[in-house]
Nanobody, 122 residues
Framework: QVQLVESGGGLVQAGGSLRLSCAAS????????MGWFRQAPGKEREFVAT????????CYADSVKGRFTIFRDNAKNTVYLQMNSLKPEDTAVYYC???????????????WGQGTQVTVSS
């Protein structure tokens, strides 16, 4: 089993940066693919980025490609989401999740964190 705790959210002006962290507990973290998703008020949860267990494969939503970077440190049981050039439309609750394999769909992720709020002001 994997428990996930996100941190690093906050309020930032458009054009600014934030780094989200997701600390995992459990022995299966280093063998799990990880993903970041987000959910804005009144909208469905959407895919942001995913990374393979080794870190050598990543995939991004078109809306964040070139601005966000997902990376992981298996020695620290942590996955990160570096967010640059933030826009007001990036405002959402951001969730990290663990899965047996990389996926852009929520249904394949077995474990979820509680989420961290990111608010981007214009």
């Amino acid at each position: 089993q994997v428990q996930l705790v996100e941190s690093g959210g906050g309020l930032v002006q458009a054009g600014g940066s934030l780094r989200l962290s997701c600390a995992a507990s459990g022995r299966t973290f280093s063998s799990s693919a990880m993903g970041w998703f987000r959910q804005a008020p009144g909208k469905e949860r959407e895919f942001v980025a995913t990374i393979s267990w080794s870190g050598d494969s990543t995939c991004y939503a078109d809306s964040v490609k070139g601005r966000f970077t997902i990376f992981r440190d298996n020695a620290k049981n942590t996955v990160y989401l570096q967010m640059n050039s933030l826009k007001p439309e990036d405002t959402a609750v951001y969730y990290c999740a663990a899965a047996n394999t990389q996926s852009i769909t929520t249904t394949l992720y077995n474990y979820w964190g509680q989420g961290t709020q990111v608010t981007v002001s214009s």
